[in-house]
């Protein structure tokens, strides 16, 4: 199995900055990609930011210039670093991997269980 952890959401000011971590663990032989989701409330969860093993990133149109994905290959953790953040960002944040598993060499998708951030005054 593989589990995904991820840590560094809370509470921040408008205009504030955050920086979400997720570390990948468990029965990996690879990573395809990995990436946040977020969930509001009442709203269905979107992407906010993907980032594939051969370095291609994806960006919400909402979070371009704002937002920022990195990655640690070696640590099998990706980030999300925030800034500029708006009322609208509040979420709860997921992180997701497309991984191939050492148990059986398939090719799955798995979720973190979320992070908060809450971006008020």
């Known amino acids: 199995q593989v589990q995904l952890v991820e840590s560094g959401g809370g509470l921040v000011q408008p205009g504030g900055s955050l920086r979400l971590s997720c570390a990948a663990s468990g029965s990996i032989f690879s990573i395809n990609d990995m990436g946040w989701y977020r969930q509001a409330p009442g709203k269905q969860r979107e992407l906010v930011a993907t980032s594939t093993s051969g370095g291609s990133t994806n960006y919400a149109d909402s979070v371009k210039g704002r937002f920022s994905i990195s990655g640690d290959n070696a640590k099998n953790t990706v980030y999300l670093q925030m800034n500029s953040l708006k009322p609208e960002d509040t979420a709860v944040y997921y992180c997701?991997?497309?991984?191939?598993?050492?148990?059986?060499?398939?090719?799955?998708?798995?979720w973190g269980q979320g992070t908060q951030v809450t971006v008020s005054s």
């Open positions: 997701n991997a497309e991984v191939r598993v050492r148990t059986d060499w398939s090719t799955r998708r798995y």
